[in-house]
Structure formats: C-alpha cells, structure tokens
C-alpha cells in the first residue's frame, strides 16, 4: 500500500484558497523553520524544560497540520499533549521518529510544490 505522508485533499484545499504561489512561500517557511522547531525540541528535552517542549511541539503540530502531513501532525501532538517522559530515552526515540517524518513530508512537499 502506498502511504501518502501528505494528505492531497488538504493541500489542494489550501492550494485553492489562497493560490500556488502562496503555498510555496508556506512550504519554504515549513522547510526553514523546521529544523529550528526540531532544535528547540531536542534543547527542551535535554533541559527537562516542559512548557519549552510542549510549545515547541504545539508549532510543528500546526505547522504539519497546515499542510496536512498526518503522521507528523499526529507524533508532533503526542509531544504536546504527553509532554516529557519520565524515560528521557523514550523522547530521544520518538523524537527521531519525528526527524525521520518531517524529512519525510518536506520531500513530498517539495514535490507538490514544484508540481
């Protein structure tokens, strides 16, 4: 089965709303900030720092959202809600299942956007 990791009928819709070439300029802002949002994650984590980590959780869930990247929507809200685990070792894993998604979703939209 083929797994989209961004979910077409979102993206079209906020394609239509607001047009092709405002969409790019979303998904160049996505692809710059993204890593900063992942970095604020990991230095929260390391830090024990919670409020930290979950507002830094809560931007890339509504940043993946906007474009309709489901799994990173979904592992980013896991963050926000559940905050750090006891287990530091369980945030390091699922963090780098975060990385592994948005590299994931960036590829696609990378795509879309260039048609």
Do not use: C, Q
Not at 46 to 62: D, I, P, T, Y
Not at 66 to 87: C, H, I, N, Q, S
Not at 106 to 115: I, Q
């Amino acid at each position: 089965m083929d797994e989209s990791v961004i979910d077409r009928a979102v993206y079209a819709e906020l394609r239509d709303t607001t047009g092709a070439e405002f969409v790019a300029e979303l998904v160049d802002t996505f692809i710059e900030e993204g890593p900063g949002m992942l970095a604020e994650l990991r230095a929260a984590r390391v830090e024990g720092n919670a409020e930290r980590f979950r507002r830094a959780a809560h931007s890339l869930k509504s940043n993946g959202r906007t474009f309709g990247a489901v799994k990173l929507t979904a592992l980013a809200r896991e963050f926000e809600l559940k905050g750090l685990d006891a287990d530091p070792v369980r945030d390091v894993g699922g963090l780098a299942a975060l990385e592994a998604e948005y590299a994931r979703a960036v590829a696609e939209l990378k795509a879309l956007r260039n048609g």
